[in-house]
């Protein structure tokens, strides 16, 4: 199964949604000001359609957003920012909770990632940060940002990333970062 996390507020939030639904994702659930989806945990699909499929959401949701953000600007209001973060890997889907309530969920290391790599987004700043491993497997061949190894909190060994966004501003960021003996980047804690 694919996760993803892309961070907005509560009326962007629809726009996202209706973009996942579009390309054959499931609401997981709103975190905060997140949107958690995912494909292929209920089984359906291949994994190289559900990767391709995340991928394309990601981007149309950046198409839906920049034309609301021209909307918003016109009516004098500031532009707003997404983070998207997609992983692809193993995790648990089902009920979980307790006796007294449960709720369809997935969790595990694989949706922690994609949290993480979201969140990663605004340190890159990049509109979309992916594993190696969503690239393979959705054969992705179209231009992004290799961003190489990186140190990701909660990982002993380095995550090969992708991203995409405005390729200059992001490499102009990578060249500040401190990188290690395999000069894969080392993220500080916060």
């Not at 991928?55 to 149309?60: E, F, T």
């Not at 707003?80 to 006796?99: M, N, Q, R, T, Y």
């Amino acid at each position: 199964p694919l996760y993803s996390s892309a961070a907005s507020d509560v009326y962007k939030r629809q726009a996202m949604v209706e973009v996942i639904f579009r390309h054959g994702g499931t609401l997981d659930k709103f975190i905060g000001d997140a949107v958690m989806a995912h494909w292929g945990a209920l089984g359906m699909g291949r994994e190289s359609d559900n990767a391709r499929q995340a991928i394309l959401a990601a981007k149309d949701m950046l198409s839906a957003l920049q034309s609301m953000n021209h909307r918003w600007q016109q009516e004098g209001k500031s532009p707003f920012k997404i983070g998207i973060g997609l992983h692809v890997g193993e995790a648990v889907a089902g009920e979980i909770g307790s006796p007294d309530r449960t709720e369809f969920g997935v969790i595990g290391d694989t949706v922690n990632l994609a949290s993480r790599l979201e969140g990663l987004t605004k340190e890159f700043h990049c509109d979309v940060i992916f594993s190696e491993e969503v690239r393979i497997a959705a054969d992705w061949r179209e231009p992004i940002i290799n961003l190489g190894g990186v140190r990701v909190k909660g990982r002993k060994n380095p995550v090969r990333l992708c991203g995409m966004g405005d390729e200059q501003e992001v490499l102009t960021h990578m060249a500040t970062y401190e990188r290690d003996e395999e000069q894969c980047i080392v993220m500080k804690v916060k």
